[in-house]
């Protein structure tokens, strides 16, 4: 990769995660130049590593650090598969400007040494070392996993057109089934506007039902489909929707503890990403389904699970779920023992949840933060 000033927003994180991968790189090289065992020190990823900080609002790794030497046989392997990652990353991905999925650099490796990994799960926790390592997401330095979420709304954004090389703008109501979420859009510059809010959307057909009942107008509200639990490139998406455009953020998932948890993951982070910053927003905002709608619009429900009572005692006791609006939520659902889909909203009209719901919704959630429950 060339060291001219770079253009535009994701050729500054590329040529950064690049730099850093070199200085890897040349840190091990220089090792080896003095007749030493190579080895690099990296913080730990252990669950005594790992705390939630109150300051930053997310889970972060503390200040311990392991070293992973090639004098230690038991070592050797992770080893050289942590360099392989780097020198895949840097050489194959970063400077001709490929990108790769996590399954791709599995097989990649496959043909390019003798089984360097024996599963996916394998060469999947060696990227995130490489990530702890360097201090950069996986994203950064071209490795994506599948797309799977989707983005409607009034939002103009550019990026560096691919066949000829030039700077493009497409607005997200283009496609009026919503853009994919992948590499493209993750590192793309944000240029304008008109929205006022995000509401993050647990399920497709959701999603859907509020694109055609045109709730993007109708809120000013930029919708982005999480497809379950939202892979990390739609929560760094939502961050900077927060962040640089300043626009408030709303999650509505299914009415369920599993649901909550898909909120928190986007507002506080999670263990496994506890080495990255730049994923979470603090102050998204849960706007339901909550135990209080089901029983208020007598919503379709499903029996409570063993699974779904472990869950949510554990959600009592989480320091990420403390605030008194969730905390009563969530006790709430204890005494229900009932959970509904947020697609159960449509039981009462095709268009109940934009003509009745979010309005009321929103003017709840307004009445909560002024009398500080969220």
């Known amino acids: 990769m060339s060291k001219q000033k770079p253009e535009n927003r994701a050729e500054k994180i590329k040529q950064q995660s690049f730099d850093k991968l070199v200085t890897l790189g040349n840190k091990i090289y220089k090792q080896l130049q003095e007749e030493k065992y190579p080895e690099f020190d990296m913080p730990s990823r252990t669950s005594s590593n790992i705390y939630y900080d109150e300051k930053t609002r997310q889970f972060s790794l503390g200040k311990k650090k392991i070293r992973r030497s090639s004098r230690n046989v038991r070592h050797l392997k992770p080893f050289l598969q942590t360099m392989f990652v780097a020198m895949f990353a840097a050489r194959d991905l970063l400077e001709p400007g490929r990108t790769s999925t996590l399954r791709d650099l599995y097989y990649s490796s496959e043909s390019a040494m003798a089984k360097m990994f024996k599963n996916q799960s394998e060469s999947d926790n060696i990227i995130t070392d490489v990530e702890s390592i360097i201090g950069m997401a996986r994203e950064d330095f071209n490795i994506f996993p599948d797309a799977r979420s989707t983005i409607y709304g009034d939002l103009t954004i550019s990026f560096k057109d691919k066949k000829t090389g030039n700077k493009r703008e497409i607005n997200l109501t283009f496609n009026p089934d919503g853009q994919t979420i992948g590499p493209t859009m993750v590192r793309s510059d944000f240029v304008k506007t008109s929205a006022k809010k995000v509401i993050c959307i647990e399920s497709g057909g959701m999603f859907q039902r509020l694109i055609e009942e045109d709730a993007d107008e109708k809120f000013d509200a930029i919708l982005v489909h999480l497809a379950g639990q939202a892979p990390r490139g739609t929560r760094r998406i939502i961050r900077r929707l927060n962040?640089?455009?300043?626009?408030?953020?709303?999650?509505?998932?299914?009415?369920?503890?599993?649901?909550?948890?898909?909120?928190?993951?986007?507002?506080?982070?999670?263990?496994?990403?506890?080495?990255?910053?730049?994923?979470?927003?603090?102050?998204?905002?849960?706007?339901?389904?909550?135990?209080?709608?089901?029983?208020?619009?007598?919503?379709?429900?499903?029996?409570?699970?063993?699974?779904?009572?472990?869950?949510?005692?554990?959600?009592?006791?989480?320091?990420?779920?403390?605030?008194p609006y969730l905390q009563e939520e969530l006790k709430k659902f204890l005494k229900l023992k009932r959970k509904a889909e947020q697609q159960s909203l449509t039981s009462k009209s095709l268009t109940f949840v934009v003509d009745e719901y979010l309005p009321a919704k929103f003017k709840e959630i307004e009445k909560l933060q002024k009398a500080g429950k969220i």
């Open 243 to 323: 962040e640089e455009m300043g626009l408030p953020v709303y999650a509505f998932v299914d009415g369920d503890p599993w649901g909550i948890h898909i909120y928190n993951v986007i507002a506080a982070g999670s263990a496994s990403a506890a080495h990255l910053s730049g994923l979470t927003t603090p102050d998204a905002v849960w706007m339901g389904l909550t135990a209080t709608d089901i029983t208020r619009y007598e919503l379709p429900t499903d029996q409570f699970t063993k699974g779904d009572t472990t869950r949510t005692v554990q959600l009592l006791r989480d320091p990420r779920y403390q605030k």
